[in-house]
């Protein structure tokens, strides 16, 4: 018996890709562009790491889970309000002698992108990655942290 190893996420992305080839080709036949912000390494991606996104006052900070993958292998850019993470997970090299049950991680590249607001502090971003966790730290300007205003009543 062969064990296929299931992704969900591998058959939307293929259906993506597919959605992507027969829209190329509507653009490539009636002038219709794409959109900008699909790019190659997105295309690429075989998985999407979970993230969550919070804020306070002073900054927005994005949590990234990245199990297995060490800190070398992470790519951070950020550019044109884009702040995009990128990498791969390798496999471990099969034991010979082992026979797999089931194989539910997901290996090869990853991405994932998000649209910042424009009030940021761009040049004070800053990332920590630990235990399979990468935090992303986001400065806000000082334009966009509340302000509180106290009103007297006459």
Sequence with gaps: MTLVKFNPVRDLLNFEREFN????????????????????????????PLTDIYEDNDKYTLKV?????KKDDVKINYANGKLSISGERVQESETKDAKWHRIEKSYGKYYRSFT??????EDKISAEFKD??????????????????EIKVK
């Design 116 to 121: 910042l607001p424009e009030q940021i502090q």
């Design 65 to 69: 889970d990245l199990p297995g993958i």
């Design 21 to 48: 080839r027969m829209f190329n080709a509507l653009e490539s036949r009636f002038g219709i562009s794409r959109a900008p912000e699909i790019d190659e390494e997105y295309e690429n991606a075989v998985w999407m």
């Design 132 to 149: 399979g966790l990468l935090t992303i730290t986001i400065p806000k300007a000082e334009e966009a942290k509340p302000k509180e205003i």
